[in-house]
C-alpha cells in the first residue's frame, strides 16, 4: 500500500518534470520575445478570474450564513448574553460591509485595469484627501466600536449581583467538580496539599466546609439567579467555557478566578425550543491541557429553584460523605479559596 | 534628511571602508573569477548574503513542506475521527496505531506545525530570505554589514531547524503543549509525554533560533542605516526594506523577552525553581514548588508573540507593496503613508499583547486598555489595505504569479484583518476565545497573508536569487489552486468558532452539539488536501526552474530598484564596477514626460523634475 503510494507520487513527479520540459521546449520554439513576460491575453484572462472569483467568494460567504444558520450556538442563555450578541452582530454588519465593499473594488481593479501592450498608467503618488478619509473614518467607526465594547465588557464583568450562589467549579486532568456553597454560602477552604483519598479537592476542616456539596457528572443552577462561579485549577491551565451562557474563564493554578452570570432559560425551555429533547448545556475544557483535553466535560441543568431545591437535597454533604481523619495537613498559611481580590490578581 | 545623509558612505572606498572585515573586499574592482572559493566556502559556509538567503529559502521551504503534511494528517482525523488510514501507520508508527492518531500525537502535531510555521517558515524563511537577498542589493551595498555574523545566523537557524525536526522522532514525542507551550503543561513531564525530552528539544530549538534571529536582525538593521548607497536617503528607500528595518527592530526588542520566558521555563523544568508554578498536585502528588504563576509565563510569551504576528506580516506587506507597484506600473499610492502605518503598526504591537490573555484571570480592567490598544491597530492596517488598492486604480496591471500573490495577501489582509476587530474586543472575546473563530482570523491575516507574500516574492525575485524565470502559467495554476484551496480552509472555521467549537480538539465526537458539524469539516479537510497538492506544482516549479528554468533577463519585471542593475550572474559585491548613485525614489512607475514606464533609481533627475522638486 505506501509502496504503491510513494510509487504514484513518483510517478507523477516525473510526469511532472516531463510536462515542463516539453513546455520549456516548445516555448523556445515559438522563439518568445522577453520584454513581454505577461501577454496581454494572459492579463485579460487574469482579470477576468479575479472579478469570477470575487463573485464565487460571496456566493461561498453566502451559502455558508445560509447552510450553517442553524448550526451555530442558538439563543444566549444569560442575562448578559443577549448584550454581547447583539455587539457580535453589530460588528459583524460593520466588518461585513469592509470585507464586502472593499473586495468588490480590489476585483473591479483587478477587472477593469488589467494591463495590455500601449496602456499608460496613471501617475497618482499621494493625496492628502483620500488618506486622510481614510484615516479618520476608520478612526472614528473604531472609537464608536471600542466605547461600545467596554461598555458591554464592563456589564459582564462586573455584574455585582449581592445575593448570587457560589460554586466552585474545580478542573483537573481530565475532569470536572463542582462545589455549592452549602446553606452559609461560604466555600469551605481547600489546600492542594490535603488532596488525598477520598479528597479529591483537598479539603480541609474548618468547619466551613461541612456543609459543602461535591458534584460531579453534572451541576444544576436556578433559572433568574445569579451564580457566581470561583475556578480552580490543580495540575494545568483549563478553561471554564459555557458556550451557551456566553461565559468561559480560565481556571489557573496557583490562583482563583471568577466569573458571574444569570441563567435565564431552563434546559426544558432550550429543549423545546430547538426541538431536542437530548439537548444539554455543557461545560467544556477550552485550554488545551493534555491527552483527552477534547473529552473534558460537565453538563449543565438549569431548572426552576422548586426542582433545584429538590435536586439539592438528595445529594449528600461534605460531612455526610467524608472519611473520617482523611485531612492530615495543617491548615496552611496561604490559603487558596480564600482571597477576596477574586480576579484581581 | 540631509543630517541622514551626510552620514552615508559617499562613495565606494567608504564602503569598503566599512565592510573592511571582508576579505575581498579590495578585489571587487577585478574580475570576480579571480576569487578562489572552495565549494564549502562558496555554498555552505557562505558569506555572501544572496547565498545565505538561498540558504534560508531552502531551508523554510523544506519545513514548510513538513509543517503542512503535518496539518494534512490532523485534518484527517478532524474530518474522520477514528477511520483507519493504512497510510499513517506505515508512516508514523505507533503514534497511529491501527491507522488511527493517537490524541497525545495529535497535540504533537498540531504544536509542531504552529511552531514550524510561525518561526521557522515565516519568521526565519521570510525575513532570512528577503531580507538578506534585497537588504544590500536595494540600498546598493556590496553585502550585509557582517558577512560573517550573517553566515552565523543561517547556521543558528540550521541548527534550530535540526533539533526540532529530530525532536519528532524521540521515544516520547515532541513538545505537545500547542505552538505557545504554557506552563505547567509544558513544565511538567508529568502532565503529558510531550512535555518531557520533546519539551526540552523544543526549548533548545527556540532559544537557537532566537540566536539566529537576534544575529540577523541586528546586521539588518546596521545594514540599512549605515550601508545605503550615495543618495539613498531614508526616504528614498523601497517599502521593502522599511519593512524589514522595522521587523528587525521589532525582532531585537522582542525576542530577548521570548528568551526570558524560556529560560524561566527551563528553570522550573530542570532546576526546581518556581516561577510559573504553584498550588500544583499530579500524577498523585503534590509539588513542592509554590509561589508563581502561568500568568506571568502569559505576559512574557504575548510581549514577543504580539510584536511576533508583525515581525512575520511585516515583510511580506513590504514585499507586496514593491510587487503591487511595479506590476500595476504606478507609484505606490502614499508612500510617507505607508511608512508612518508601519511605524504605527510596529509602536502598537508592543502594547496590544493582553489581547491574548481577556480571560486568563488578567484584571479586566487592565483588559479594557488593551481593548482600546488594539482596536486602533486597525487603523494603520486600513490605511495599508486602502493604499494597495488605491495604488491598482487605472494601473496597467501585469498579472505576473508575483502580482496575483500580492493582491491576494490583500484579499486575507482585509478577510483576516476584520475578524480581528471581534477578538479584539474583549467582551466578544469571551465567547470566542480558543475557539476556531481564531484559529479561522490567524490563519487568514497572519498565515495565508505572509505565506503568499513569501510566494509573491519567490515569484517576483526568483530570477534574482537563481538566475531563472519560473513557469509562469504553473505558477497562475499554483495561485488559484491555493487561494481559493486556502479559503475553503478558512473560512467555514469561523463559522465552527461560532458554533462553539474548542480548538486543539482531538475529536468533536464527545461532544452532542458538535454532531451536525461534521460536513464543515470534511469539507475543510477536502480544501486542505487540495491547497497541500497545489503545492507540489510549486515545488515542481521551484527546483525545475532553479535547474532548467528559462534564463531571466536583466531587468525581467522592468522595476525600478537597484537590485535590476545587478548582471544576472551572482558575482561576489554584487556589481562589478562601482555601486550606482541613487538620484530619485522607487516609485517613478509611468511618469509623465518619460519615454519608458519605469524610471530606475539611477537615472539622473530631469531638468523638468528638479524644477518641480522631486523626491
Known sequence: MTFLILAVIVLFVIAGIRVMSIAALSAELRNRRQDDIVTDAENRNQGNFWALFVIGLFAFFAWQLYAYKDKLLPEAASAHGPEIDMLFNVTLVLITIVFIGTHIVLAYQAYKHAGYKGKKAVYFAHSNKLEMIWTVIPAVVLTGLIAYGLTVWNDVIYPGAKDATVIELYSKQFDWTARYAGKDNVLGRSDFRSIGEGNDLGMMEDGKGDDDIIVKGEFHIVKDKPVLFKFRSRDVIHSAYMPHFRAQMNCVPGMETTFEFTPTITTAEMRKKLGNDKFNYVLLCNKICGAAHYNMQMDIIVETQEDYNKWLSEQKTWAQVRQPKTQTAEISNTPNTEPASGVDM | ?615
Open chain 2, 1 to 615: 534628511m540631509s543630517a541622514m545623509e551626510t552620514n552615508l558612505p559617499h562613495s565606494e572606498s567608504d564602503v569598503k571602508a566599512v565592510v573592511a572585515g571582508h576579505a575581498h573586499a579590495h578585489e571587487h574592482d577585478e574580475d570576480e573569477h579571480h576569487h578562489h572559493e572552495t565549494f564549502i566556502s562558496k555554498y555552505i559556509f557562505s558569506q555572501d548574503h544572496k547565498m545565505i538567503a538561498k540558504q534560508f529559502l531552502i531551508t523554510a521551504v523544506f519545513m514548510g513542506v513538513i509543517a503542512m503534511l503535518m496539518s494534512v494528517v490532523f485534518r484527517l482525523q478532524l474530518a474522520w475521527p477514528g477511520k483507519s488510514f493504512p497510510v499513517l501507520e506505515a508512516v508514523l508508527g505507533k503514534w497511529a496505531p491501527g491507522g488511527v492518531l493517537d490524541p497525545n500525537f495529535y497535540l504533537a502535531l498540531v504544536t509542531i506545525h504552529g511552531t514550524i510555521m510561525v518561526f521557522f517558515v515565516l519568521t526565519g524563511g521570510l525575513s532570512g530570505t528577503f531580507s538578506n537577498l534585497l537588504i544590500p542589493l536595494q540600498l546598493g551595498a556590496r553585502d550585509m554589514a557582517s558577512g560573517f555574523l550573517n553566515m552565523l545566523s543561517y547556521w543558528f537557524f540550521f541548527a534550530s531547524s535540526c533539533v526540532m525536526l529530530f525532536s519528532v522522532f524521540i521515544e516520547s514525542g515532541p513538545a505537545s503543549g500547542g505552538w505557545t507551550v504554557y506552563p505547567p503543561l509544558s513544565a511538567l513531564e508529568q502532565a503529558m509525554p510531550g512535555s518531557g525530552l520533546g519539551m526540552t528539544l523544543w526549548l533548545v530549538s527556540m532559544s537557537l533560533f532566537i540566536v539566529s534571529s537576534l544575529l540577523g536582525s541586528l546586521n539588518y538593521i546596521v545594514t540599512v542605516l549605515n550601508l545605503r548607497t550615495k543618495g539613498m536617503s531614508m526616504t528614498r528607500m523601497p517599502l521593502t526594506i522599511w519593512a524589514f528595518l522595522v521587523t528587525a527592530i521589532l525582532g531585537v526588542l522582542s525576542f530577548p523577552v521570548l528568551f526570558a520566558a524560556a529560560l524561566l521555563l527551563i528553570f522550573d523544568r530542570s532546576f526546581g525553581t518556581s516561577f510559573y508554578l504553584s498550588d500544583i498536585y499530579i500524577g498523585g502528588q503534590a509539588l513542592e514548588h509554590n509561589g508563581g504563576s502561568p500568568i506571568l509565563y502569559e505576559h512574557l510569551f504575548w510581549f514577543l508573540g504580539h510584536p511576533e504576528v508583525y515581525i512575520v506580516l511585516l515583510p511580506g506587506l513590504g514585499i507586496t507593496s514593491e510587487v503591487i507597484a511595479t506590476n500595476a506600473r504606478k507609484p505606490i499610492f502614499g508612500y510617507r503613508a505607508m511608512i508612518a502605518s508601519i511605524l504605527g503598526i510596529a509602536f502598537l504591537s508592543f502594547i496590544v499583547w493582553g489581547h491574548h490573555m481577556f480571560i486568563t484571570g488578567m484584571n479586566p480592567f487592565l483588559g479594557s486598555v488593551f481593548v482600546f490598544t488594539t482596536l486602533l491597530i486597525a487603523i494603520p492596517s486600513a490605511v495599508k489595505a486602502f493604499n494597495y488598492i488605491t495604488t491598482l486604480w487605472k494601473g496597467n496591471i501585469q498579472f505576473t504569479p508575483a502580482m496575483l500573490f500580492a493582491i491576494g495577501l490583500v484579499s486575507f489582509f482585509i478577510t483576516g484583518g476584520v475578524t480581528g476587530l471581534i477578538l479584539g474586543d474583549s467582551a466578544l472575546d469571551i465567547n470566542l476565545h480558543d475557539t476556531y473563530f481564531v484559529v479561522a482570523h490567524f490563519h487568514l491575516v497572519m498565515g495565508s497573508a505572509t505565506i503568499f507574500g513569501m510566494f509573491a516574492g519567490v515569484y517576483h525575485w526568483f530570477p534574482k536569487l537563481f538566475g531563472k524565470l519560473m513557469n509562469k502559467k504553473m505558477g497562475y495554476v499554483h495561485f488559484w489552486l491555493t487561494f481559493i484551496g486556502a479559503y475553503g480552509v478558512f473560512f467555514p472555521m469561523h463559522f465552527l468558532g461560532m458554533a462553539g467549537v474548542p480548538r486543539r480538539y482531538y475529536s468533536n465526537t464527545e461532544f452532542p452539539i458538535f454532531d451536525n458539524l461534521v460536513d464543515i469539516n470534511v469539507m475543510v479537510t477536502w480544501f486542505a488536501i487540495l491547497a497541500a497538492t497545489a503545492q507540489i506544482i510549486f515545488l515542481l516549479n521551484f527546483f525545475y526552474s532553479i535547474f532548467k528554468g528559462q534564463k531571466s533577463p536583466q531587468n525581467p519585471w522592468k522595476a525600478n530598484t537597484l537590485e535590476w542593475t545587478t548582471p544576472v550572474e551572482h558575482i561576489h559585491g554584487n556589481w562589478p564596477g562601482a555601486i550606482p548613485e541613487v538620484h530619485r525614489w522607487a516609485y517613478d512607475y509611468s511618469k509623465p514626460g518619460m519615454a519608458d514606464d519605469f524610471v530606475p533609481q539611477t537615472v539622473p533627475l530631469t531638468p523638468e523634475e528638479e524644477k518641480e522638486g522631486a523626491h
